[in-house]
């Protein structure tokens, strides 16, 4: 559409100049084509430089009799000029193509004093910052009082008024871009709700202003994007929080630019903070976190450690870093967060309450949930345990047990028991957080969805009614694929999830297809060292062991072990899988050896007590080796040196070897 066009092709297209200068001059009845006309016209054609974009604009700016033909090349060049003392560097087709925009926007658009058309220039400078496909119109009706605040003050540039209702609302906007539509500046699609505009347009459109109203319009259109963002994340305003993606992209590039050290200032990091939000609440936790960083950094500086901002913009990047399983950073924000609440108690009486160096009012205890979430992550779980045990008991006393953020404590404290064996706890807590969230948010809200994935995996867990666990998992599935799209992060862990089940119901077949089928999506979105990496290969290699494929298992298992740091808590679960795979294959020597290294290193380093349970099960493991091969004096040794290892009473058929789930 861009490129060079033959005359063949000019003469083809719809409204070009050189059709409507064949035509028959109204005054000529003989019906011939007036030389005359047809004349300017190929001289406007090759002046155009045969391009097919240019010249049909250039045909519908003369239809419209906004220029004549006759004066039309003079216009043009005048135009062209001047467009070419600007600052920025054009190529001749870009000035040919800019300049046949920049007269019906002067002539018509720019120099009229009408509603619709004053309306109109605002809507363009703001289509000049957002991404110029799918503008969906919802954004801009949401946003109308901060498109109404381009008007307020002294500042000096037009905009949409204010309307009095929402029927009045939609005309407006709609009559403001019938304008833009009927100068070729927007495809419009009333069916769609939504309006784009060419790219060579959307850059002419940022680029006709100078540096001073760009900086000012950019400020403007992110203010109107954040508009759309409450700040409770509401489940019913996501589908619209998604369409903001790509528009929050193209500002944030134009802003690098403008201000590589963003935020310059308070309102700034506010708005920069929605976007994060909504990065985040989509997967894209890469980008959320660099955005977070800068708001936190900012506030830190200008606004104090202590300050409820900060605080806020503290706890949202330690939440990313928790879903970039950047385990070390998010302990170290949170703990920060907790020393600063520590000292910014609500009232005297938190001060006065015993004992006073136990905070309990709710921003310190929902802190200390999120310390308990971050310390189940990295399998710190009686640490763990811990927090969350004085977290519930506190937001109880404070908010009562139906309140969310007192929930969202008993979930993770939930999540903590499961994993320490404590499945009454556990399940007692889920039962009462999953009918309470229920009847609050409705059956699919993502925190309702978490709640039934949980249960779940704890009736998994416990090995009872594995069909309503398969249901309940499957379920979630379905439901976070309808809600967050098919490559959101969190489709990764239900189908993890869904694959322990369908082990536990001797399917691993059907595990081994719907991992597969997921690695591919992992490679892309999250890429081959995430962490979620590593938890999808580490069940695919324990549903490959379940199916008879113990060569395949043996492979995956070594491949992870080789780029798990010896720290990581997934290393001891998958070195766990990676014995038993061995033993199973006959490979007893080799399975020896490493208990044998992992008993060793967890002796030195201390990483898991002696009495832990991960710890019996390789010493199990190994006891099983010397019974096999009769070596008693081996097996006497090896209790003293494993106090909790009972021959009577071994645990090795209970204990879990999945790997530590790294996700709702």
């Known amino acids: 559409m861009t490129g060079h066009a033959t005359l063949t092709e000019v003469f083809r297209a719809e409204n070009s100049v050189v059709e409507y200068a064949s035509s028959s001059s109204p005054n000529d009845e003989s019906g011939t084509p007036n030389p005359q006309r047809q004349s300017l016209a190929q001289g406007i054609v090759s002046e155009l430089g045969y391009l097919a974009l240019a010249i049909m604009q250039a ?13 039309y090349l003079n216009i043009y060049l005048g135009h062209r000029k001047s467009l070419m003392k600007t600052p920025r560097t054009l190529n001749a087709d870009e000035a040919n193509i800019i300049t046949t925009w920049e007269i019906p926007f002067k002539n018509t658009v720019a120099n009229r004093t009408s509603t619709e058309h004053k ?14 496909e799918h503008i969906p119109e919802e954004i801009l009706q949401r946003s ?3 498109i109404e605040r381009s008007r307020s003050g002294n500042e000096p540039y037009c905009g949409i008024l204010q309307p009095t209702n929402d029927d009045e609302t939609q005309a407006r906007l709609r009559r403001a871009l019938r304008v833009l539509f009927e100068h070729s500046i927007i495809d419009y699609e009333p069916h769609n709700f939504s309006c784009s505009l060419h790219p060579i347009v959307y850059a002419w459109a940022r680029d006709r202003l100078g540096e001073t109203e760009q900086r000012w319009w950019l400020s403007r259109t992110m203010s109107i994007l954040a508009q759309c963002i409450s700040p409770n994340l509401e489940a019913s305003g996501r589908k619209l929080r998604r369409l903001l993606l790509p528009h929050m992209g193209s500002c944030i590039r134009a802003l690098e630019l403008q201000h590589p050290s963003f935020p310059d200032d308070i309102e700034r990091a506010a708005v920069i903070e929605k976007f994060a939000w909504i990065y985040a609440e989509n997967g894209l936790w890469s980008i959320a976190r660099t955005l977070q960083t800068k708001v936190m950094n900012f506030r830190v500086k200008n606004l104090g450690k202590r300050h409820s901002a900060t605080i806020l913009a503290q706890r949202s990047l330690a939440y990313t870093c928790w879903n970039l399983f950047e385990i070390r950073p998010a302990i170290v924000i949170q703990l920060e967060v907790l020393r600063s609440l520590w000292w910014t108690r609500p009232s005297i009486k938190y001060w006065t309450a015993w004992p006073p160096w136990k905070p309990d009012h709710v921003d310190y205890c929902t802190t200390l949930s999120d310390l308990n979430s971050t ?22 006393r404070q908010l009562g047990p139906d309140d969310p953020k007192t929930l969202t404590a008993m979930f993770n404290l939930a999540r903590t028991h499961l994993h320490l064996g404590n499945h009454e706890k556990s399940h007692k807590l889920l039962v009462w957080v999953l009918n309470r969230r229920k009847r609050l948010f409705g059956f699919v809200h993502p ?30 599935l379905e439901s976070r694929k309808k809600i967050l799209g098919e490559e959101h992060a969190y489709i ?4 993890n999830d869904l694959s322990k089940v369908l082990c536990e119901r001797g399917r691993p077949g059907r595990a081994v297809r719907i991992l597969e089928e997921i690695i591919p999506v992992v490679v892309r979105t999250l890429g081959e060292d995430h962490v979620g990496m590593s938890m999808t290969r580490s069940n695919l290699a324990r549903a490959y062991a379940l199916s008879g494929h113990l060569e ?7 491949r992870l072990l080789e780029v798990l740091p010896l720290d990581h808590p997934d290393w001891i679960h998958n070195m766990f899988g990676y014995v038993r795979v061995r033993v199973r294959q006959g490979k007893l020597s080799a399975a020896e050896k490493d208990c044998v290294e992992t008993l060793d290193k967890i002796s030195k380093t201390k990483i898991l007590a002696h009495d832990d349970p991960r710890t019996i099960a390789f010493a199990e493991e190994l006891l099983k080796i ?7 004096q081996d097996i006497d040794a090896l209790k003293k040196s494993v106090p909790g290892l009972n021959e009577e009473n071994l645990i090795g058929a209970k204990f879990d070897i999945y790997t530590i789930r790294t996700g709702p």
Request: hydrophobic letters at 50%.
């Open 375 to 396: 310390l189940w992550l990295a399998g710190k779980r009686k640490e763990s345990r811990y927090v969350g045990e004085r977290a519930v008991d506190r937001l109880i």
């Open 59 to 71: 045909g519908r700016t003369i239809r419209r009799k906004i220029a004549t033909l006759e004066m």
């Open 447 to 476: 925190d309702t969805l978490m709640a039934r994935n949980e249960l779940g995996i704890l009736l998994c867990a416990r090995k009872r009614n594995l069909l309503l666990a398969e249901r309940l998992v499957s379920n979630v």
């Open 626 to 632: 010397y019974r096999t091969q009769k070596r008693f």
């Open 552 to 558: 395949e298992a043996e492979g995956v298992l070594w």
């Open 492 to 495: 990764l862990w239900s189908v």
């Open 144 to 146: 109308w009082t901060a």
């Open 119 to 132: 309306d109109a220039v605002t809507l363009l400078h703001i289509f000049a910052f957002i991404h110029f």
